[in-house]
């Protein structure tokens, strides 16, 4: 939390209204995004109970599994969620584009676009996470057979689940947590957990403030939870009751009366979603209507690549994700992510004023009036003469850069400003700032028009860098003691007898 | 209030003449969640119906448990006790120990079944404790705990054993249900201490490792997992401690408060709720967004503090200077006001927030 958004915070108290704490989207939003809303049973390992999904507003799926408990139905379940979700994720397996590698030498295809699955809360990606887990690992043959379709479900749930865990990545995404990043409540971040709420807060009806919608949506009665927790009041005196007339009636011999407990059910569990789709879409309009922020194209060609592959590897009949990963590749995962973190944090400052003035409050960046530019000067103390243009900037913001530091401006990413000067002005909290510019002007002795800051130009100036990091080297798995996950080890997709064959087998009861 | 009484009759004086609220390992677990808060030291101290206030005075609480868990509950804790628990014995990896059953049939008392336990702690140390009764002093009244199982350990320790049902896949489990988890099995840590010291045993032969029983996986397998409860248990110390020291936050409380709940001719509490608001008002709090999860007056106490940084969390509250008061935080802000001393290092940070988000936000 950073002083900037504890302040939005209270003044959306003070306001009775959400405060925006960005001026861009930094998530890609999809035009046909799926919308996913699990329901879970109070007690069970995520045992499915209902999910309402689809890609269109007015035309919600809704599949429910009327006996939680029942392994059976379960996977029935997973083979009508797949035959919704495989088609969604394979219609985008259609047109490619060439994207030159290894220093234009070569070309890979990547898909032009993606699926992306948006779920109320971060418990809907656990959900997803689980399911993937509990279905990817099951075998089409044996004791318990399911259709080929349930094992690659899984597969897919994993990958999603896998890459929600990369920051910057947009193809599985929960909307409480988008909104939050884009947005301050007059409430806590736990109370912003709860989609309704939140969603309130930004957008409430006509004529109600938001903070008063927010309150309004906290009863389950209005607002059911965004699951995949149910509301304990609904279970214990709505659903458990209906179904227990749904297994009465199961085990009849009343096929009429079979299906009209199906139904009931189905309409009570539609009943507890409606709500929760609603929001999903209007949360959405919300996200939509802000502009995009400049590198969310580029983040999602990367999520465009990484589906492609994934898509080949499952195409060519990949086997499922291991249970965990060893301790390199967890470790090799780890840096990973902490690189993505990094770029993307660093990234949504350059894209964002707003974010960019957290930066600027810490010191670690300043925006300033151009007064004095020098585009051709030129540096010719060394062998040879360079061009080194060079600029005064007026900034009220505080500097606190040592003459020496290099510098940039996310408008001119590619060109580099060191500190010569820092002076501050007598006069009402100003500072002059000298940079000295190199790079980003072409090889010649002029500076190409356009290249450097001009006088009048408000300009950003930050010492964070989306420089390039060095990935860091870890042992391959050969090398790597069996202490560490190395050797001794096989995919568990080989091993009949670990926890592929296991979990085939695993008691679902 | 009456310097003389007791603190018992003091606590008694403020609930009324109904039956004080039972204290279980879970309520007790609470009482650590928002150990500043005065007003819920001595709500629970005096075992006033906390969720009965709150309704009330309009502030219901939401705090159910689907009927759908419980049931799942009991029965993955029957199975694993099934055949003198057989199966925990097998997951224990323990030499067979013996299996004794305390819970000695339903008309048995709460004190019968509390030295029952005292005697099979002194002579059944191999044993499989079932059903044990237990019991710790809250705010000086005795309050007794069972425990899901007591087993005695091939390393001479007792190990409080606490069976939950929800899952741990693939070696992990949710944290919080987890700490959660832990601080109850610390409660019966604590008492499992006492009741060894009144049997005249070294209280330090209970563990402070628990083990922690649940299903594996998608499955209704069990599977074990040592966890420390040390931390857990210095917490819980400190607030009991604390608890016990009641008196000394009843001396600050004004005269005549009361939070009785008798009922009237209706069924319902026969008391004036806004007398009751008034009252309980009287007593200070401290509300913390982590009330929500844990306190049954949490709507009434968010309501009370709406005007303040602190229904917007710790963190933010950290971020504006520590600062109580939401005007507060926006005049100081704008520069409407001027800061006092220890102001004035989070006013300047506040100014300049402020014009930043004045620039760019349209
Ligand atoms: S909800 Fe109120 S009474 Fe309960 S702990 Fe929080 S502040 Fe104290």
């Known amino acids: 939390m950073s002083t900037l958004t504890a302040l939005a915070k209270a003044q959306a108290v003070a306001a009775g209204r959400a405060q925006?704490?960005?001026?861009?989207?930094?998530?890609?939003?999809?035009?046909?995004?799926?919308?996913?809303?699990?329901?879970?049973?109070?007690?069970?390992?995520?045992?499915?109970?209902?999910?309402?999904?689809?890609?269109?507003?007015?035309?919600?799926?809704?599949?429910?599994?009327?006996?939680?408990?029942?392994?059976?139905?379960?996977?029935?379940?997973?083979?009508?969620?797949?035959?919704?979700?495989?088609?969604?994720?394979?219609?985008?397996?259609?047109?490619?584009?060439?994207?030159?590698?290894?220093?234009?030498?070569?070309?890979?295809?990547?898909?032009?676009?993606?699926?992306?699955?948006?779920?109320?809360?971060?418990?809907?990606?656990?959900?997803?996470r689980l399911f993937g887990r509990s279905t990817r690992f099951r075998r089409t043959d044996g004791d318990y057979p399911v259709l080929p379709t349930v094992p690659l479900l899984g597969r897919w749930l994993t990958f999603f689940a896998d890459r929600a865990e990369q920051p910057g990545s947009s193809m599985l995404l929960s909307l409480t947590e988008m909104l939050s990043a884009h947005w301050a409540t007059g409430q806590s971040g736990h109370e912003d957990a709860h989609l309704g709420s939140l969603v309130n807060w930004i957008a409430p009806p006509p004529g109600m403030s938001g903070a008063k919608a927010a309150r309004l949506a906290e009863d389950p009665e209005v607002c059911p939870p965004a699951g995949p927790a149910t509301d304990p009041g609904f279970d214990n005196d709505v659903l458990g009751p209906a179904m227990e007339i749904y297994r009465a009636a199961s085990e009849g011999d009343d096929p009429e009366a079979e299906r009209a407990a199906y139904r009931e059910l189905e309409d009570l569990l539609r009943g507890q979603l409606a709500p929760t789709w609603e929001l999903m879409w209007r949360g959405l309009r919300v996200m939509r209507s802000m502009p995009p922020g400049a590198s969310v194209e580029a983040r999602w060609a990367q999520d465009r690549d990484v589906f492609s592959d994934f898509s080949l590897y499952v195409q060519g009949g990949g086997a499922p994700q291991a249970r965990r990963d060893g301790a390199v590749a967890a470790a090799t995962r780890l840096h990973k992510l902490e690189r993505a973190g990094q770029s993307y944090a660093i990234e949504r400052a350059f894209d964002d004023p707003l974010i960019m003035a957290e930066h600027r409050l810490g010191g670690e960046a300043f925006v300033g009036e151009v007064t004095l530019s020098k585009p051709d000067r030129v540096d010719d103390t060394g062998k040879r003469p360079v061009l080194r243009p060079r600029i005064q900037v007026v900034t009220t913001d505080p500097v606190l850069f040592p003459e020496g530091t290099t510098l940039v401006s996310p408008s001119k990413p590619q060109q580099k400003g060191r500190v010569i000067f820092v002076t501050p002005v007598e006069d009402g909290g100003k500072t002059e700032v000298v940079l000295e510019l190199s790079g980003g002007m072409g090889r010649g002795l002029r500076a190409p028009a356009g290249s450097v800051p001009e006088v009048g130009e408000r300009i950003t100036y930050t010492s964070l860098s989306l420089g390039y990091a060095p990935p860091g080297t870890f042992p391959s798995r050969e090398e790597t003691p069996w202490t560490h996950g190395g050797p001794p080890q096989y995919s568990i997709a080989d091993d009949p007898l670990d926890q592929g064959d296991h979990a085939a087998t695993e008691d679902w009861s | 209030m009456a310097q003389t009484s007791t603190p018992d009759a003091r606590l008694d004086r403020l609930r009324g003449p109904v039956a004080p609220r039972r204290h279980n390992a879970r309520t007790i677990a609470a009482l650590t969640g928002n150990p500043g808060c005065t007003r819920r030291a001595v709500l629970d101290g005096a075992g006033v119906d906390k969720m009965k206030v709150a309704e009330h005075i309009g502030f219901p609480g939401r705090f159910g448990q689907s009927s759908f868990a419980i049931v799942?509950?009991?029965?993955?804790?029957?199975?694993?006790?099934?055949?003198?628990?057989?199966?925990?014995?097998?997951?224990?990896?323990?030499?067979?120990?013996?299996?004794?059953?305390?819970?000695?049939?339903?008309?048995?008392?709460?004190?019968?079944?509390?030295?029952?336990?005292?005697?099979?702690?002194?002579?059944?140390?191999?044993?499989?404790?079932?059903?044990?009764?237990?019991?710790?002093?809250?705010?000086?009244?005795?309050?007794?705990?069972?425990?899901?199982?007591?087993?005695?350990?091939?390393?001479?320790?007792?190990?409080?054993?606490?069976?939950?049902?929800?899952?741990?896949?693939?070696?992990?489990?949710?944290?919080?249900?987890?700490?959660?988890?832990?601080?109850?099995?610390?409660?019966?840590?604590?008492?499992?201490?006492?009741?060894?010291?009144?049997?005249?045993?070294?209280?330090?032969?209970?563990?402070?490792?628990?083990?922690?029983?649940?299903?594996?996986?998608?499955?209704?397998?069990?599977?074990?997992?040592?966890?420390?409860?040390?931390?857990?248990?210095?917490?819980?110390?400190?607030?009991?401690?604390?608890?016990?020291?009641?008196?000394?936050?009843?001396?600050?409380?004004?005269?005549?408060?009361?939070?009785?709940?008798?009922?009237?001719?209706?069924?319902?509490?026969?008391?004036?709720?806004?007398?009751?608001?008034?009252?309980?008002?009287?007593?200070?709090?401290?509300?913390?967004?982590?009330?929500?999860?844990?306190?049954?007056?949490?709507?009434?106490?968010?309501?009370?503090?709406?005007?303040?940084?602190?229904?917007?969390?710790?963190?933010?509250?950290?971020e504006l200077g520590g600062i109580e008061d939401v005007q507060t935080v926006l005049a100081l802000a704008h520069g409407t006001i001027e800061p006092t001393p220890d102001q004035a290092e989070a006013a300047v940070l506040l100014q300049a927030a402020y014009r930043l988000r004045a620039e760019l936000v349209p």
């Open chain 1, 20 to 128: 925006p704490i960005a001026t861009v989207r930094h998530a890609h939003i999809s035009d046909m995004p799926l919308v996913f809303i699990p329901l879970t049973m109070a007690g069970e390992a995520n045992a499915p109970l209902a999910v309402m999904v689809g890609t269109d507003e007015d035309r919600p799926e809704l599949l429910i599994v009327p006996q939680p408990r029942d392994r059976g139905l379960r996977f029935d379940f997973a083979a009508r969620l797949a035959e919704i979700l495989l088609p969604y994720a394979e219609g985008f397996c259609s047109a490619t584009e060439a994207v030159p590698t290894d220093r234009k030498r070569d070309v890979r295809y990547r898909y032009l676009d993606a699926p992306q699955i948006i779920v109320p809360a971060p418990a809907g990606i656990g959900f997803v």
């Open chain 2, 72 to 318: 799942r509950g009991n029965v993955f804790e029957a199975r694993l006790k099934a055949n003198e628990g057989a199966a925990l014995v097998g997951l224990l990896g323990v030499d067979v120990p013996k299996y004794l059953d305390l819970s000695g049939g339903p008309k048995a008392s709460n004190e019968e079944r509390y030295s029952r336990t005292l005697e099979a702690l002194r002579d059944n140390p191999d044993t499989l404790l079932d059903h044990p009764m237990l019991r710790l002093e809250v705010a000086g009244r005795r309050v007794y705990l069972e425990p899901d199982l007591v087993a005695f350990q091939l390393d001479n320790r007792y190990h409080v054993v606490e069976i939950k049902s929800f899952p741990v896949i693939d070696e992990q489990a949710d944290p919080g249900k987890v700490s959660a988890a832990a601080t109850q099995a610390a409660v019966y840590v604590l008492a499992l201490r006492e009741a060894l010291a009144e049997a005249g045993r070294d209280p330090e032969t209970v563990s402070h490792h628990v083990l922690l029983v649940c299903p594996k996986d998608f499955s209704n397998q069990p599977v074990s997992s040592m966890i420390d409860v040390r931390r857990q248990l210095s917490v819980l110390r400190r607030q009991l401690s604390r608890m016990a020291r009641i008196d000394q936050l009843l001396d600050t409380l004004p005269d005549g408060l009361t939070f009785d709940l008798e009922a009237g001719d209706d069924g319902e509490p026969a008391r004036d709720p806004e007398a009751l608001t008034a009252d309980i008002e009287a007593v200070p709090a401290r509300y913390a967004p982590d009330c929500l999860a844990t306190c049954e007056l949490s709507f009434f106490c968010r309501a009370e503090a709406r005007t303040s940084t602190a229904v917007l969390g710790r963190s933010v509250r950290e």
